[in-house]
């Protein structure tokens, strides 16, 4: 059976993706609440160049790059470039575009978390976060690719233009 077509994306297009990987104050669904700091000495070592953007948590499938990764007062903001030479990819931006695909998850070490108030499990203080990825599901239910401007609706921009999920689709270069 032949995989989604990709043919919407060219390997030289810039797909840029945009939106929260966590949210701070927020239960994911296995209880943890990240606390705000808790990814400031991780971003201070690493930076956002190496910290990977992958696809479901698979080390094996990386599919793009993240160019700026900082926290706010929401949380951990993340903005990237889906590698559209990559099979993998084109897959993704083609997916996203589709409206299949708007989760972000991230891959990281506790290292310092305390025991929250029931029904929460741990507060997160600091996290050594290793990668982003683009997910079906992800943990924390906010944690979703956004389009600037348009109030939170996932979407991603090609060739320095938004596109809305639904609607993305390749532009001439």
Same mark, same amino acid.
């Given at each position: 059976m032949a995989g989604p077509s990709t043919s919407a994306f060219a390997a030289d297009q810039?797909?840029?993706?945009? &939106?929260?990987?966590?949210?701070? %104050?927020?239960?994911?669904l296995s209880g943890d609440i990240?606390?705000? &700091?808790?990814?400031?000495?991780s971003l201070m070592t690493r930076g956002a160049r190496n910290i990977r953007m992958l696809w479901h948590h698979d080390p094996a499938r990386p599919v793009g790059r993240w160019n700026v990764i900082r926290e706010d007062r929401n949380g951990l903001y993340a903005e990237g470039e889906i590698a559209s030479g990559a099979l993998a990819g084109r897959e993704a931006a083609a997916l996203i575009a589709a409206g299949a695909l708007d989760g972000l998850?991230?891959?990281?070490?506790?290292?310092?978390?305390?025991?929250?108030?029931?029904?929460?499990?741990?507060?997160?203080?600091?996290?050594?976060?290793?990668e982003i990825s683009l997910v079906s599901?992800?943990?924390?239910e906010g944690a979703r690719l956004r389009a600037p401007g348009e109030g939170g609706?996932?979407?991603?921009?090609? +060739? &320095?233009?938004? %596109?809305?999920? %639904?609607?993305?689709?390749?532009?001439? +270069?």
């Open positions: 810039r797909v840029v993706i945009m &939106g929260y990987a966590a949210l701070f %104050g927020r239960p994911d990240i606390e705000p &700091g808790a990814f400031a000495a998850s991230i891959g990281f070490r506790t290292k310092l978390a305390r025991r929250a108030s029931p029904p929460h499990r741990r507060r997160l203080v600091t996290i050594d976060l290793w599901f992800p943990m924390q609706r996932s979407g991603a921009l090609t +060739n &320095g233009r938004l %596109g809305t999920v %639904g609607s993305a689709r390749a532009l001439p +270069n």
